[in-house]
């Protein structure tokens, strides 16, 4: 069974630092990894995702990920922060064997971007 | 043009009573989910439709009954509610029921149970 670690609850940066929140999954098969954003009182929000090739992914809002096998991590990245960036983010796994698997999703980690 | 929306927003109801969660998707994707977000924002598949068959049923009381009237639609009826019900309920879509594909979420619904 898959399974998905977001190792802090919550993450502060200053605005236009560089920020990460980190992801560690544990899966059988191939590991197919996707980011979301979820607002205050709002659903979640697709980021990227990573199936296959390169290991850095971009995605939306200029943010990216780097898929990492040995350390079986999909961190993710952003150059520089905005206050508009505070969000919940989710990071989630499937087994790329398994058809009609679906997501397990990570506890989430709530990022502060201060200004 | 909403994605995918639910009805309704907000639902206040008492302990016992049946209630039901509509979704409805216009993108036209094959299959649907519902996902159950508990006040910790933990996130859980409850089930998942692929062509309006359930594919996917997890460890879910069966007062949960979901609905799939057709491909756009998946509803989800919960009967005899209970304290614990109480969450915001999210329904999902995607265009296959594959593992790459990307899950496209609803705005939710916070139902609190009194």
């Known amino acids: 069974a898959q399974s998905v670690a977001q190792p802090e609850d919550q993450v502060n940066v200053a605005e236009g630092n560089p920020l990460t929140v980190k992801c560690t999954y544990s899966?059988?098969?191939?590991?197919?990894l996707f980011w979301y954003v979820q607002y205050p009182n709002r659903g979640l929000q697709f980021l990227l995702k990573?199936?296959?090739?390169?290991?850095l992914v971009k995605g939306s809002y200029g943010f990216e990920a780097e898929f990492n096998k040995s350390q079986t991590s999909f961190h993710l990245k952003k150059p520089s922060a905005l206050v508009s960036d505070s969000a919940l983010y989710f990071c989630?796994?499937?087994?790329?064997?398994?058809?009609?698997?679906?997501?397990?999703f990570g506890p989430g980690t709530r990022l502060s971007v201060l200004p | 043009d909403t994605a995918v929306s639910q009805t309704p927003k907000y639902l206040v109801t008492q302990m016992g009573n049946d209630k039901s969660i509509k979704c409805e998707q216009n993108l036209g994707h094959d299959t649907m989910y519902w996902y159950k977000q508990d006040s910790k924002k933990f996130l859980k598949i409850m089930f998942s439709y692929n062509n309006k068959e359930l594919i996917i049923n997890e460890t879910v009381p069966n007062r949960f009954s979901p609905k799939s009237p057709d491909k756009a639609h998946l509803n989800l009826h919960i009967n005899s509610l209970e304290l614990g019900d109480s969450a915001v309920y999210f329904c999902?879509?995607?265009?296959?029921?594959?593992?790459?594909?990307?899950?496209?979420f609803g705005p939710g619904t916070r139902l609190l149970v009194l």
């Open positions: 989630a796994v499937r087994d790329g064997r398994d058809y009609g698997q679906n997501f397990v």
């Open positions: 999902a879509s995607s265009q296959l029921a594959g593992p790459q594909e990307t899950q496209y």
């Open positions: 899966v059988s098969g191939n590991p197919y």
């Open positions: 990573y199936i296959t090739g390169d290991n």
